[in-house]
């Protein structure tokens, strides 16, 4: 589908155009092209009002532009969301305690369902058993231009069983293998395993997922008679 907007630059417009490509950026195959439409500014005479070289520049201004790189921040589809939360496996994890927020990156494990993390007792564990609502944000960044996000907020629980432990520690490490030396040296005590290491399950209350979608915009300018508009496009 193509879709041809027109603007002539005014707040009311532009913010049609923004309209326009949130309903369109979930469109698959979807080219959108904007039009500006801009009467060139005639030279007045000096001093009554702005000078030639203002006019100059106003004039080939929409040249200038040609090549821009717009940035329009768009939701993302449920298979796009896990997607994301399957390859990254880490993130930055946020709980809270007494008004207080406390923010730490994490690796982390998802089975579609659930959230799994693993840590020791400390500041994590004591915060989250005195309030289980945490934040999970994943993000996947290539660049400024081009990036992904997904806010999961959710209840932690800590797993009891041992049978459901070992397969959330065994998801955890399929995730990300190398965090294998670490357990391995922290578990060498019985002890240390049984009475130190925690592992949670964060069951989603709600996720949430936007990723960037870039808009190009070309300019040119149209003789018309005596006239030139700018076109962009």
């Not at 768009?74 to 969301?81: A, N, R």
């Not at 369902?113 to 564990?125: E, L, P, V």
């Not at 293998?177 to 002890?191: E, F, G, K, N, Y």
Request: with cysteine; glycine share 4%; hydrophobic share 40%.
């Amino acid at each position: 589908m193509k879709v041809l907007l027109a603007t002539e630059g005014s707040e009311f417009s532009n913010a049609a155009i923004e309209k326009c490509c949130e309903l369109f950026a979930e469109s698959e195959n979807t080219e959108i092209r904007i039009i500006s439409a801009v009467e060139p500014m005639t030279c007045p005479v000096e001093p009554f009002a702005v000078s030639a070289d203002y006019v100059n520049e106003f004039n080939n201004g929409a040249l200038k532009r040609g090549g821009t790189i717009m940035i329009e921040v768009q939701e993302m589809s449920d298979i796009e969301i896990d997607d994301v939360l399957e390859r990254v496996g880490y993130g930055h994890f946020a709980c809270s305690r007494n008004d207080r927020p406390y923010v730490v990156p994490i690796n982390y494990a998802y089975d579609k369902s659930n959230i799994y993390i693993y840590t020791t007792d400390g500041m994590k564990s004591d915060i989250i058993n005195a309030n289980p609502q945490v934040c999970l944000q994943v993000e996947e960044v290539v660049d400024k231009t081009d990036w992904r996000s997904v806010v999961i907020n959710g209840e932690a629980e800590q797993i009891i069983d041992p049978n459901e432990r070992e397969a959330a520690l065994t998801l955890i490490l399929s995730t990300n293998p190398t965090l294998t030396p670490a357990i391995s040296i922290r578990w060498m005590d019985s002890w240390v395993r049984e009475n130190r290491e925690v592992v949670y399950r964060i069951k989603p209350l709600t996720i949430t997922g936007r990723s960037s979608a870039k808009v190009k915009i070309m300019a040119a300018v149209i003789p018309r008679g005596n006239k030139r508009t700018s076109q962009l496009f």
